[in-house]
């Protein structure tokens, strides 16, 4: 009878450990499931970062070039002047 009893206990809490196992188990793919949505997320803002960086090192460049061309469009009139005072 004792023996019998033990091993009826021995499965009630191996039939725990168990559910209490796959409760975790549960809970840790549950994490998992949001961490990989907050890492797809974070990789989706990062790319549109990158991609709005692009845009403005782009611009910047395009500003570069427009400040660069006016200012030798300037110095360009500036000398056309002194060449005709010269004169």
């Given at each position: ?8 206990s ?35 803002e ?33 000398e ?8």
């Amino acid at each position: 009878q004792s023996l019998s009893a033990e091993l009826c206990s021995l499965r009630a809490q191996a039939e725990e450990t168990a559910a209490t196992h796959e409760r975790e188990a549960k809970t840790l793919r549950e994490q998992a499931t949001a961490a990989a949505k907050q890492r797809d997320s974070a990789l989706r803002e990062a790319e549109e970062a990158r991609a709005q960086l692009r845009l403005v090192v782009e611009a910047r460049a395009a500003g570069r070039r427009e400040l660069l061309e006016a200012q030798r469009e300037a110095r360009e009139s500036r000398e056309g002047r002194e060449a005709q005072r010269r004169q």
